[in-house]
């Protein structure tokens, strides 16, 4: 429900507003265990893989107010990483409108066991949109996501996070990052963070791309205080 404006300027009515969501989600997980990998530099113990393919279908009628006739407080912000698809994660209130969509999904685990306690060696994530209703300005296919956690030993991690356009064939958003992190005290890492300067869909306005390096050194003093340098 939308208030009346009320004061200098004030334009809209009263408005209330109806919004209807449904929708199914579907995922299983499959398992294979190699009880006896080892391998001393990489730190395996056993190893297990899980998938884990995921279907998510939302539907979403007409809303009763379509969004160009309600005043736009939370609207929705540009954004590099996909929104959410269902409520209330989707918090855009004034921007809810008509969506027939399923997000597809691949997600892959690698384990092993360091130190007794079981450990993700590598997490890889795949997943997209298949807008079965789409706008006039969308494709049937968004771009296509990947995330990846590679924890080769307990000190070192490589993170990875790309977004690629499907349409036009391009890499829009890479995001990679190496951090070592020999103990609790400090901690170093390296990013290279890309952004397409092509692909207008991931460009707020006045927005160009980018290729930048970034180096963080972290250093803790004590419980209550640390110092970060960028």
Same mark, same amino acid.
């Given at each position: 429900?939308?208030?009346?404006?009320?004061?200098?300027?004030?334009?809209?009515?009263? %408005?209330?507003?109806?919004?209807?969501?449904?929708?199914?989600?579907?995922?299983?997980?499959?398992?294979?265990?190699?009880?006896?990998?080892?391998?001393?530099?990489?730190?395996?113990?056993?190893?297990?893989? +899980?998938?884990?393919? /995921?279907?998510?279908?939302?539907?979403?009628? /007409?809303? /009763?107010?379509?969004?160009? @006739?309600?005043?736009?407080?939370?609207?929705?912000?540009?954004?590099?990483?996909?929104?959410? +698809?269902?409520?209330?994660?989707?918090?855009?209130?004034? /921007?809810?409108?008509?969506?027939?969509?399923?997000?597809?999904?691949?997600?892959?685990?690698?384990?092993?066991?360091?130190?007794?306690?079981?450990?993700?060696?590598?997490?890889?994530?795949?997943?997209?949109?298949?807008?079965?209703?789409?706008?006039?300005?969308?494709?049937?296919?968004?771009?296509?996501?990947?995330?990846?956690?590679?924890?080769?030993? %307990?000190?070192?991690?490589?993170?990875? @996070?790309?977004?690629?356009?499907?349409?036009?064939?391009?890499?829009?958003?890479?995001?990679?990052?190496?951090?070592?992190?020999?103990?609790?005290?400090?901690?170093?890492?390296?990013?290279?963070?890309?952004?397409?300067?092509?692909?207008?869909?991931?460009?707020?306005?006045?927005?160009?791309?980018?290729?930048?390096? +970034?180096?963080?050194?972290?250093?803790?003093?004590? @419980?209550?205080?640390? +110092?970060?340098?960028?």
């Amino acid at each position: 429900y939308y208030g009346e404006e009320t004061g200098p300027g004030g334009t809209n009515d009263a %408005t209330p507003r109806a919004v209807f969501i449904t929708g199914a989600e579907a995922t299983f997980k499959v398992s294979r265990l190699w009880a006896s990998a080892t391998n001393g530099w990489l730190a395996l113990d056993g190893l297990r893989h +899980i998938a884990e393919p /995921s279907l998510n279908y939302v539907y979403v009628p /007409s809303p /009763s107010v379509g969004p160009a @006739e309600l005043p736009q407080f939370d609207y929705v912000q540009p954004s590099l990483r996909p929104l959410p +698809i269902e409520f209330p994660d989707y918090n855009s209130i004034d /921007s809810i409108d008509s969506q027939n969509v399923i997000r597809m999904g691949l997600r892959n685990r690698l384990q092993t066991k360091r130190a007794g306690q079981l450990e993700n060696f590598l997490f890889w994530d795949v997943y997209t949109d298949w807008r079965l209703t789409p706008d006039a300005d969308q494709s049937a296919f968004a771009d296509l996501y990947s995330d990846v956690v590679f924890r080769p030993r %307990t000190w070192f991690t490589f993170e990875s @996070e790309v977004r690629y356009d499907v349409s036009l064939g391009l890499l829009a958003v890479a995001q990679h990052t190496l951090t070592l992190r020999p103990n609790e005290i400090w901690s170093w890492s390296l990013s290279h963070w890309y952004l397409n300067n092509e692909v207008s869909a991931v460009l707020t306005p006045g927005q160009t791309g980018n290729s930048l390096l +970034i180096s963080t050194l972290y250093y803790k003093l004590n @419980e209550n205080w640390g +110092i970060r340098a960028t």
